[in-house]
């Protein structure tokens, strides 16, 4: 059949509605969310202090995602000062202009907003995001990410009765600004007063559940430098996801949630109705500092009783055990259909060795952290914008050295360079005598191998090169070695930092940029539109609205 004039034009105008249609049909979903970051007065551990609240809540409210949301984040600094948050785990695919550091991202201005633009892509999960600047993460400002499996997708368990966030971390009753000029003034922290679960001190955060059924419960240290042992009493825990990888599912009385690291746990309700204590408590410190809060059986008929259990406190074996026997579950599907274990990271070629070594010193009389001797010192531009506009002088690739240099520490706005779709072994090497915490944005990475003293190329008949778990944030034990595997698939300005937020403020970290000449949308997004500028970058133009 032959269609002519006004049949033809009424064809062509369905088959352009319903093409268009289709188009916005096949677009992932998009999710609004307004923040409004103020101070506030928080009580924590019985005290008054001045917290950074959002929407007025401390902790924040949960960010809630299905893999592949758009993510509209619309985010008002009423503070007196400048404002970032960044997303701990959430890779930015492309997109590092949104991360949230000050190596990527302008600041809000006080009284100003911004508008963060950020895709779940590919991923599944459990994280947090934090504020970035300054000292703020000692005053709040944190909360809870979650990010679903999508609907067609297969979970490796039965969908929970409940899914609570628990987010546990180190505190101090000091001001947060107190805490910064102490900093400032080169002096280390003291030990914290004590440890919080969702924002409450001891007994303080509930949980009712209903006996029988089982809950999932997102466990995410936010503190500041202590690793916690969490625990439940008279309760196992199921281990089902890290950090966006599920994993094999082990039973486990108590676990290791070290600074920066998510665990997602199955815990069924199968005891008698009454009340049990959750616990939270350091591990590896001379003081053991202990919280609890209460896990609530609906039909309680019994309140909190007997002594709180106790847990590990300072047995490294005990802890590098249990590390090693968290590995990803091959046969259950990631955020695509394919299963995890597909991709099979032990058989392709190391492209290059990167060797990282923490140091503590001081420089000039003041406290001083470094990463193979250079500590970072913040430029006056973003790096990522000086590299996008081409602003020379704010920083050097190069500026630090892929191996330790034996050099005494100095001070620098250190950048390793990196080219796109390399596959590197990067190892970190401590040779103090705390455990340490290391988290790369934009990427999740292999835990191939740790183990005490010094690593050498002989250590990787060590690696598990078969069922590594993948995650954004290890620890190193101490004199010990951990080494990771990273396939370099995200073009962008990387942050490699510690997560315990002193070292971090006093120099422990640095960019790293991967690097792609191409110069295509396909490798990278364009800057966003709605981008701040500030620093030397202040005065250009991204692109039109």
């Excluded at 609570?164 to 922290?189: E, M, N, P, S, Y």
């Excluded at 394919?338 to 190391?350: A, E, M, R, T, V």
Aim: with cysteine; proline share 6%.
């Amino acid at each position: 059949m032959v269609l002519k004039g006004s049949s033809l034009r009424q064809t062509l105008a369905v088959v352009l509605v319903l093409s268009v249609f289709a188009l916005v049909q096949a677009e992932d979903p998009y999710r609004f969310f307004n923040w409004n970051v103020t101070y506030g007065d928080i009580y924590p551990l019985g005290v008054r202090q001045q917290g950074i609240l959002i929407n007025g809540q401390f902790p924040g409210p949960d960010l809630y995602s299905v893999t592949n949301d758009n993510l509209i984040i619309n985010v008002y600094n009423n503070l007196d000062e400048p404002f970032l948050l960044s997303w701990n785990g959430m890779q930015q695919r492309r997109n590092s202009y949104e991360d949230g550091v000050y190596g990527t991202t302008c600041p809000i201005p006080p009284g100003k907003n911004f508008t963060y633009i950020l895709q779940a892509k590919d991923q599944i999960g459990t994280f947090y995001y934090f504020p970035s600047l300054a000292f703020h993460k000692a005053a709040g400002g944190f909360g809870g990410i979650r990010i679903l499996s999508r609907p067609r997708i297969p979970v490796p368990f039965p969908d929970p009765a409940g899914d609570f966030t628990v987010l546990i971390g180190d505190w101090f009753k000091t001001d947060h600004k107190k805490l910064q000029a102490k900093l400032d003034r080169g002096h280390k922290l003291p030990f914290p007063a004590g440890i919080l679960i969702n924002g409450h001190g001891p007994n303080g955060a509930f949980f009712t559940v209903e006996q029988g059924k089982t809950y999932r419960f997102r466990i995410s240290n936010v503190g500041l430098q202590n690793s916690l042992n969490f625990r439940i009493q008279g309760h196992k825990m199921k281990l089902v996801e890290v950090e966006g990888t599920h994993t094999v599912q082990t039973m486990y009385e108590s676990l290791d949630v070290h600074v920066g690291q998510s665990y997602s746990v199955l815990v069924t309700m199968d005891q008698s109705a009454q009340d049990f204590y959750i616990v939270a408590s350091t591990r590896f410190t001379d003081k053991i500092l202990t919280t609890t809060a209460t896990l609530h059986y609906s039909n309680s008929n019994k309140a909190l009783s007997g002594p709180i259990p106790g847990g590990p406190t300072d047995q490294i074996n005990w802890s590098l055990n249990q590390a090693r026997s968290i590995r990803t579950n091959l046969t259950a599907s990631g955020p695509r259909p394919n299963p995890q274990g597909s991709y099979h990271y032990g058989l392709i070629n190391i492209t290059r060795t990167i060797k990282l070594v923490s140091s503590a010193d001081q420089v000039k009389g003041k406290q001083r952290y470094a990463v193979n001797s250079v500590s970072f010192i913040p430029a006056d531009t973003p790096l990522k914008l000086a590299d996008y506009f081409k602003i020379g002088g704010v920083f050097r690739v190069g500026s630090i050295s892929d191996k330790p240099t034996g050099q005494n520490m100095y001070l620098d706005t250190s950048v390793m360079g990196a080219d796109f779709r390399a596959f590197v072994e990067i190892v970190f090497e401590n040779h103090e005598s705390i455990v340490q915490s290391w988290h790369i944005d934009g990427y999740a990475f292999w835990v191939v191998g740790m183990d005490g003293g010094l690593w050498t190329p002989d250590s990787r008949k060590e690696y598990n090169l078969r069922d590594a778990v993948s995650r954004s944030t290890t620890q190193v034990y101490p004199r010990s070695w951990t080494a990771i595997y990273m396939a370099l698939d995200n073009v962008g300005m990387w942050n490699v930092r510690t997560e315990f937020w002193a070292r971090q403020y006093l120099g422990q970290q640095f960019y790293l940029r991967v690097y792609s000449p191409v110069n295509s949308p396909r490798d990278e997004y364009p800057i966003p539109k709605n981008a701040l500028l500030c620093g030397r970058a202040q005065g250009k133009s991204t692109r039109p609205l």
